[in-house]
């Protein structure tokens, strides 16, 4: 059975940083990411990485957030600095395995990441 295990959302201050971790169980996977939604606005990418380590990142937090990725342990990590008023959401962890054509997504139960301005 697939668990995703989120922690280290909270509070912060604009400008500070938060590191989110999303610890999976059950079997491994091709592709782990980082997910978020604002109140009122669809669920957006934020970034994923790969087993082999290639990360893909939404242009808004370019330069701004890390995601890493520790297979041994199955977790994810998103390290997310100079935090904006606009970064507050809901994040949600992702855990996808690929069979050919055919993707199947995992979610974690979201942390909610507040940044006051």
């Known amino acids: 059975q697939v668990q995703l295990v989120e922690s280290g959302g909270g509070l912060v201050q604009a400008g500070g940083s938060l590191r989110l971790s999303c610890a999976a169980s059950?079997?491994?996977?091709?592709?782990m990411g980082w997910y978020r939604q604002a109140p009122q606005k669809q669920r957006e990418l934020v970034a994923t990485?790969?087993?082999?380590?290639?990360?893909n990142y939404a242009d808004s937090v370019k330069g701004r957030f890390t995601i890493s990725r520790d297979n041994a342990k199955n977790t994810v990590y998103l390290q997310m600095n100079s935090l904006k008023s606009e970064d507050t959401a809901v994040y949600y962890c992702?855990?996808?395995?690929?069979?050919?054509?055919?993707?199947?997504?995992?979610w974690g139960q979201g942390t909610q990441v507040t940044v006051s301005s």
């Open positions: 059950g079997r491994s996977f091709n592709v």
């Open positions: 992702n855990a996808r395995v690929v069979v050919g054509t055919i993707n199947y997504d995992y």
């Open positions: 990485i790969t087993s082999g380590g290639s990360t």
